[in-house]
Each structure stands twice: as structure tokens, then as C-alpha cells.
């Protein structure tokens, strides 16, 4: 029972954009040196929070990554299933699959408080509110972007 | 973020060995039926419970699997930690390997509240609990072995 390595990586990048300036744009390498991941695997990680409007991507000179209100709004639950889709603690649990045991099985009706009780303290708390708890020589160094505005977009 | 299959397995095979008469001992077909699971895997789990002493294993004429009193008194976390080693919502919660960034990490701790809130959970539901929940029909079948004590061991 372990959470992905993606999410992991996804709500620590989440928490790093929402450490930078906002008219900043962070580039991969410097997202994957601020979280400890390899950037072939972030790519992957930074396309799902863009698909889900937590993250904005851009490209060109001035492009970079950049993090929407929404994802600086967003719980790390919301992160979580942004880049893992739904969390299910027990495959019984499955909204999708569903299981044919559940109507009468007495350990269902615990899992399902037990994943309760785990996404109770993952929804209580904010990206914005963990970026605010970050030591700043760990959730920033200088290779940032400086986000210019494109005109007409 | 999900249990394994085994550890699931470990769970419904245990509710069920609660829930058959103290003489009885059950054979291993039954018991994958009884928890939908396959007998090659199950095997392998029964084997975990076995080592971990929350069930006995005989050979034999008369053998089977039995529940143990401390396995009757286990709850859901130690059967699950039986079968599937230490509970470790996020890789940087393992005790083993640690993490680097746990000093300073701002979700570090937010991670550690979600796991201890779900191992709450299941710190407090026993076997025995769950076994006096079961639905008879569906926690018993009629394919028992009569479980007879042999002498000398």
C-alpha cells in the first residue's frame, strides 16, 4: 500500500511552483532539481497537473511552468488523483469495479473508514498552505524565468 | 496508493478462519473459495500468516489451517503488516530507507497524519470483531475438516 512515486513527485512540484514568484516560470530542469526527480518521469507528472488546469505550461523563450490559482487552491488530495486518478486504498473499494463481496463482507465498511480518515487530513490542506511552511533555501535557488506576458494570448 | 492483493487476501481468509468452529481445521481449496482468491497466491499468504504465528498449519489426514488465539486478537494492521511487511503510505515515510527531504519538507508531516489516521483505523478493528460481523452463509460452507488433536506434539 504505497502512494506513486508520480504523486509524490506531483505534490512536490506543486508545492515548489507555488513557492516562486508568480510572474516566474520554472523550467523542467530546474523542476526536477527542486524535487528530487528524474526529468523524463516529471514530464509525465507536469502534463497530468497542465490536463487537470492545476498547472499552466508554456513554450518558447519566455516558456516555462507556472502554476494556476486553481492548483495553488488545490489539496494535496486533489493533486493526488490529478496525477493518479481515484484514490482507492483497497481495490474493493473500486467505484469503477465494485466488489460482489461488499454487501456482507464486515472488513469492507473498515477500509472504507480507513481511506475516509486518510483523505480527511489530504483534503485539509492547501499546495498554498504547505508552499507557506517551506524553508526557503530548499524551495527556491536562482534558475528561475522570468515570466514575460505574451501579448495577444 | 493501493493495499496488495495479498494483504487482502490475508484479511478475508483470517475473518474466516475466526469464523469456523475452534476444532475445525480448513483446507486450503476452501479457504480459496471462501476469499475468492487463487490457491497458488493464497498459499503464499497462509504461509506469511503462518510465520507471522496468527494461524497454524498442519499436514496430514486430519491437517489444515487453524487461527491461533493472538491471531483471533490481531487487528486488520497486523495482519496486513503480516503479509505485506511495514505499512508505508509514501515511500518517505519508510523507516529503512528515509528521506532526505524529511527535515524540511513541508508535506512530510502532512503524509505521516494521513497514514497515522488510517492505521488508527485499522489499529481497531480485531479479527475477532469482524469474524462476529460475518454473515454466516457467506463466512461458512460445509466443507470443513474436523480438526483432530495429535498426540504427542
Not at 15 to 33: C, D, G, K, M, S
Not at 71 to 86: L, T, Y
Amino acid at each position: 500500500m504505497q502512494l506513486t512515486r508520480a504523486a509524490d513527485y506531483g505534490v512536490r512540484v506543486m508545492v515548489y511552483l507555488a513557492t516562486i514568484a508568480q510572474t516566474e516560470r520554472a523550467l523542467l530542469p530546474e523542476l526536477a532539481e527542486a524535487t528530487d526527480a528524474p526529468e523524463s518521469f516529471l514530464s509525465k507528472v507536469l502534463q497530468a497537473l497542465t490536463r487537470a488546469d492545476l498547472i499552466s505550461s508554456r513554450r518558447g523563450r519566455f516558456g516555462g511552468f507556472a502554476i494556476r490559482p486553481k492548483g495553488r487552491a488545490a489539496s494535496m488530495f486533489q493533486v493526488i488523483e490529478a496525477v493518479d486518478g481515484p484514490i482507492c486504498l483497497n481495490v474493493c473499494l473500486s467505484a469503477e469495479r465494485g466488489c460482489r463481496r461488499s454487501s456482507w463482507c464486515p472488513a469492507h465498511p473498515v477500509w472504507a473508514r480507513a481511506q475516509q480518515a486518510m483523505l480527511n487530513v489530504l483534503k485539509q490542506v492547501s499546495v498554498a498552505e504547505l508552499a507557506a511552511q517551506s524553508t526557503p533555501g530548499h524551495s527556491h535557488n536562482s534558475n528561475l524565468v522570468t515570466f514575460a506576458p505574451m501579448r495577444g494570448r
